[in-house]
């Protein structure tokens, strides 16, 4: 089993900067054996959407349209940790945002084996 904890988030105004981080943690044979670890984020009445994802051994980055050129996706493998650093934030960004690991089907679809609790991102104008 795997146990992702998301922090990181908070409230900022528009154009600021946030960095989320996600811990991964469990029995190291699992921790070890992940692939995909993945950023989705759920604004009230909405669907949960990706974000961005990497690739934890070639660490590949993906990033959603919404997004490119003002998120960024990392990951420290010594600390089994990944990151989401989020600059120009705009209100339409306010969300809950969860970490994924390992999808089911493919990276964009929001079915995966192991999901964090969220944290709560809030972009004011």
């Known amino acids: 089993q795997v146990q992702l904890v998301e922090s990181g988030g908070g409230l900022v105004q528009a154009g600021g900067s946030l960095r989320l981080s996600c811990a991964a943690s469990?029995?190291?044979?699992?921790?070890?054996?992940?692939?995909?670890m993945t950023w989705f984020r759920q604004a009230p009445g909405k669907e949960r959407e990706f974000v961005a994802a990497?690739?934890?051994?070639?660490?590949?980055?993906y990033y959603a349209d919404s997004v490119k050129g003002r998120f960024t996706i990392s990951r420290d493998n010594a600390k089994y940790t990944v990151y989401l650093q989020m600059n120009s934030l705009k209100p339409e960004d306010t969300a809950v945002y969860y970490c994924?690991?390992?999808?089911?089907?493919?990276?964009?679809?929001?079915?995966?084996?192991?999901w964090g609790q969220g944290t709560q991102v809030t972009v004011s104008s």
């Open positions: 469990g029995r190291t044979f699992s921790v070890y054996s992940l692939n995909i």
């Open positions: 994924a690991a390992d999808p089911i089907h493919n990276i964009y679809t929001a079915k995966y084996d192991y």
């Open positions: 990497v690739s934890w051994r070639a660490g590949n980055t």
